[in-house]
């Protein structure tokens, strides 16, 4: 299966083990990825906070370029973000007057027949259950996962299609397949303040440290995160967190494709599972995962 | 709501210019107070979703423009997903924040015009966001340069940040930009 590959700058960055977890995973399962030719930022949050035609041109131009670039109709993102942009803009784009517009300022034509998928739809919706089962050679045993689905994912249901926002479950199904235990919780779908992490990270602190709790509270080992701005503020801020809340928390954050590479037995550090802040060298040592 | 002793400037047009950018109509909304009851950072807000649909309705200009409401409104769309009336909250708060940039309004955005700035700047040049100057930049301009110097140092151990940008398509961005800008006029 050939599929565009639209990465997104924040998985080359800061989410750089997305990246690596992906290609990893989606090789194991003989999915293609082409990687869309000089892509563009989707725009984030700041194109919609301040500019309605870039917010919407922005992934549209991205949108022609995967048709362009990789001559496939199907485009996969595995940032929350960059997809739910994605989504937006194609919804937005059903209106003919808004459709022209766009396509003037991008100066191009923007086909209309493209499916975008998230990582994880992509994964859940077009791979057989029975093949990823096939891959595992170490189930994720006694491992119990808080599944983060936090807000892009889902909502809002008009633009994603999802008529489960209010509690998703793909995630939870495959963590089940690769062998853990997934969790009942009730922050699944919570915000985690990502458009905030530089701007108000007070905010952030306040969302992430109830997160977190909530995780624990629910007796879950680890967090699995499909979005590399969920990731970023689990993962990186808990100390601050500690610091500020006068709370303990150490909780490793893995991407679904990171725990989906560990039950395949990748090898770690193709996984880039060495480059997270809170360290989880330990917990995979302590469960024979190393 | 408490409104008597406050001076309100009445501005009908109000809901209309959002109806015009956005395509949404506040009018539908009927005060039913769940976008209010399910926002993550209401208690950081001066007025919740629901008050501001209402001082949008009532044509409480500067109170939607000036309350830290829009401001500390994440995107999550929970209010979106979930408003009986079918009413997209969150587009709605996005279309009053651009028109507070756009106009140039006095108000605390706690940064957030400026983040903005930098963030579409860079696009515009860049074609992709390079973290660290965007970082680097906005601490600078906030008079905080060493914000988060700790996870920095760590991120760059370990590999996380690139050392040099990657410039994308710079020219087709630039015109994309004037095109846009273009259209809106
Ligand atoms: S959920 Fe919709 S109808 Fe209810 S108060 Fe909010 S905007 Fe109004
Ligand atoms: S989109 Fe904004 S207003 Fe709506 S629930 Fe989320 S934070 Fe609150």
Redesign the pocket.
């Known amino acids: 299966m050939k599929i565009a590959y639209y990465p997104g700058c924040s998985l080359h960055s800061t989410g750089i083990e997305y990246d690596m977890s992906t290609r990893q995973v989606c090789s194991a399962l003989g999915i293609e990825l082409a990687e869309i030719k000089d892509w563009l930022c989707c725009g984030s949050s700041p194109a919609h906070q301040c500019d309605e035609v870039m917010s919407v041109a922005l992934p549209a131009k991205n949108l022609a370029l995967a048709k362009q670039t990789t001559d496939s109709n199907e485009v996969c993102a595995p940032c929350a973000s960059c997809y739910s942009r994605l989504k937006i803009a194609q919804q937005k784009m059903q209106d003919p007057k808004t459709k022209k517009d766009i396509e003037q300022v991008i100066d191009t034509t923007c086909p209309d027949d493209i499916k975008v998928f998230h990582m994880l739809d992509l994964i859940t919706e077009k791979v057989d259950d029975n093949l990823i089962r096939q891959k595992v050679s170490k189930p994720l045993k006694d491992i119990k996962v808080a599944c983060y689905y936090g807000c892009l994912m889902t909502r809002p249901p008009k633009a994603t299609g999802k008529d489960n926002f209010e509690n998703p479950s793909d995630m939870d199904r495959l963590i089940e397949i690769i062998g853990a235990e997934p969790v009942d919780w009730n922050l699944k779908t919570f915000?985690c303040g990502a458009a905030f992490a530089l701007t108000q990270t007070d905010v952030v602190l306040d969302l992430t440290r109830q997160i977190l709790q909530d995780a624990l509270a629910s007796d879950a080992d680890v967090i699995s995160v499909g979005c590399p701005l969920c990731h970023a503020n689990l993962d990186m801020r808990q100390q601050q967190i500690n610091k500020k809340f006068n709370t303990d928390f150490n909780i490793p954050i893995f991407y679904f494709t990171e725990l989906m590479g560990l039950s395949f037995g990748v090898d770690p550090k193709l996984l880039g599972i060495n480059k997270h802040i809170t360290n989880v060298n330990d917990f995979l040592e302590e469960r024979a995962l190393l | 709501m408490k409104v008597e002793s406050k001076n309100i400037i009445i501005d009908p047009g109000l809901a209309e210019e959002i109806k015009k950018r956005s395509g949404e109509n506040v009018f539908l909304c009927y005060q039913c107070k769940k976008?209010a009851a399910?926002?993550?950072?209401?208690k950081f807000m001066d007025a919740s979703?629901t008050e501001l649909m209402r001082k949008v309705q009532l044509g409480m200009t500067d109170d939607a423009m000036k309350d830290n409401t829009i401001w500390y409104?994440?995107?999550?769309?929970?209010?979106?997903a979930r408003c009986p009336q079918d009413i997209d909250?969150?587009h709605v708060?996005d279309t009053l924040r651009i028109i507070v940039q756009e106009k140039g309004v006095k108000a605390d955005t706690k940064n957030s015009r400026l983040f903005n700035m930098i963030w579409m700047k860079m696009l515009r040049f860049t074609g992709r966001i390079y973290e660290v100057a965007l970082t680097g930049m906005l601490n600078t301009f906030t008079g905080k340069p060493f914000k988060d110097m700790d996870l920095g140092i760590k991120m760059i151990k370990s590999g996380k940040l690139k050392l040099f940008p990657s410039i994308k398509r710079t020219s087709e961005m630039m015109k994309m930009f004037k095109r846009a800008k273009k259209l809106k006029k």
């Open positions: 915000c | 976008c399910g926002c993550p950072n209401r979703p409104c994440l995107s999550c769309q929970t209010c979106t909250i969150a708060v």
